[in-house]
């Protein structure tokens, strides 16, 4: 695991305020949203300012290419690091 996997997956328990689940627990291919972790589009959103916050990424559209970015912590520690690559 990537340390930026390691840090997105800390940034979803943090910001999301997940009791029940630690970082460590979450695998980095498992979906984010419906059978796998369980978010929904609350969490998306809340989880959008915290990405922007932390590493200063603005997600300005919803499009079905940034939903597949944000299908689990793998794909989308591929879009963050080349959204820091743009810069």
């Given at each position: ?12 328990v ?17 979906a ?56």
């Amino acid at each position: 695991m990537s340390d930026l996997e390691l840090d997105i997956k800390r940034l979803i328990v943090e910001a999301l305020k997940l009791e029940d689940i630690s970082a460590e627990d979450i695998d980095s291919d498992e979906a984010l949203f419906g059978d796998g972790l369980g978010l929904d589009s609350i969490d998306a959103l809340e989880l959008g300012v915290a990405i922007r916050q932390r590493f200063g990424i603005t997600i300005e559209t919803v499009s079905d290419e940034i939903k597949a970015h944000f299908a689990n912590v793998r794909s989308l520690a591929r879009f963050i690091a080349a959204k820091q690559g743009d810069h």
